[in-house]
């Protein structure tokens, strides 16, 4: 210890220092310790928030990394947070938070179980306990959202240091069959973590579904009501009724004359058919669609730049979002909605939404209202 003193320039606070003593025994580490003047350490002892000294095989001494995840689910006012809001923070923080623990150990299978469960419990319904309905599968969410997913990433992958290694030898093979080489990415200056994690989540796990396209002109919560939209995984009647809640009536709540569905709702219902056609009008397009599916693409059909485009889009997710917050009115609250209430409601939010997250746009109120444009 002395020479490591000398060599290095750094001191040893015996006050602060405890010596343990691996594969020797008591009376060796009696007379170590005696010799320095150090106090003796037991274990199990904590270190940088880990037990050290046990088998990290055994679940039972997870339960910092879980309490630590239950700790900060408790914290956030979650009810008031929107399902964007949930997907940011179990994206930032939750995803994140294993990782340091995970680059210590190889979690066990349960565990990793266990710590996705709080994942989805809080993503459903904000809490880490009790039942919730899972609209979308787990997996679907956990896929990048270049392929259809929300990106969240799988914790499997980061839990296993040795699936991790194994992922790698297949992220080369991916990469070789793309004429690229890791090896050359690893070494570039433009090389770019998230793309290698992006690599991960495609070769190893997930759910590959159809390509779903993202505007970052509208809040997350927009976009993502849009997702579950174009999968059918919004709570309407006759989903509710699939997954064994039964409603006094399945019929749509304006119309009363047909079976609530999401392509109804947002597409065939007269209600809906009426806001599509002032919309139309307002943005001098035609906007028609049979399905849900129709309205996410729809704008590429229409003549015009990129921007223009964007905005069309973003006009149009404005108005799922309306439309179903109109219909939520009507059956919770008993408020219909005209129209142009919900017309008058799109042309605003879609000009706010527009202003705050499309830098260096200057709109004009009265220029919007006569025709919508981002020029
Ligand atoms: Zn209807």
Redesign the pocket.
Known sequence: MRCYGLISGLKINVQKSLLFGIGITHPEVDLVVNRMGINQGTFLLTYLGFPLGVNMNICRYWQPVIDKFQKRLTKWKSKCLSIGGRLTLVQSVLSRLPLYFFSLFKAPEKIIEQLERLRRRFFWAGKSDGSCISWVAWADILTPKSLGGLGLGSLKVNGKPGGLWKSITKVKDVLSKRGMELQSILSANEFVVADVRLKFDTSTVLNPHHNFLWNNWVPKKVNVRNWRASRDRLPTLTQLYKRGITPCSLL?S?????K?TID??LT????ALEVWEQISSWCKVQIFAFHVSDLQNIHFSFAGDKNWRKMINAIILATIWSLWKARNDAFYRKFNASPKMIFEEVRSLALLWIVNKANQLKIDWDSWCNKPSVT
């Open positions: 749509c304006w119309c009363n004359s047909n609530e109804h709702i065939a219902c007269p209600l």
